[in-house]
């Protein structure tokens, strides 16, 4: 069975920084793709970033610069760094495992 539990979550101010953690529970945590997708109200979910097993990185245009992916395979946990919040970053951000599965969310807003 595979659990995927986000932390960090929670209210800053523009210009402010984050940082989500996502553990995995399950074997082969290494071998596998890991992303963040968010989901804003009224919106569809998105795909934030991703990083392989590898440790390549894909990235949103809209967080390019500001957003970085990384993972610690020893820790079964991928993180997201956050820097240089907007407003419409404020989502809920889910934590995702290749093969389809998905974290329960942790709610990011950014407002002052």
């Known amino acids: 069975q595979v659990r995927l539990v986000e932390s960090g979550g929670g209210l800053v101010q523009p210009g402010g920084s984050l940082r989500l953690s996502c553990s995995a529970s399950?074997?082969?945590?290494?071998?596998?793709?890991m992303a963040w997708y968010r989901q804003a109200p009224g919106k569809q979910r998105e795909m934030v970033a991703s990083i392989t097993s590898i440790g390549n990185t894909i990235y949103a245009d809209s967080v390019k610069g500001r957003f970085t992916i990384s993972r610690d395979n020893a820790k079964r946990t991928v993180y997201l760094q956050m820097n240089s919040l907007e407003p419409e970053d404020t989502a809920v951000y889910y934590c995702?495992?290749?093969?389809?599965?998905w974290g329960q969310g942790t709610q990011v807003t950014v407002s002052s």
């Open positions: 399950g074997n082969f945590f290494s071998i596998y793709e």
């Open positions: 995702n495992r290749q093969g389809g599965f």
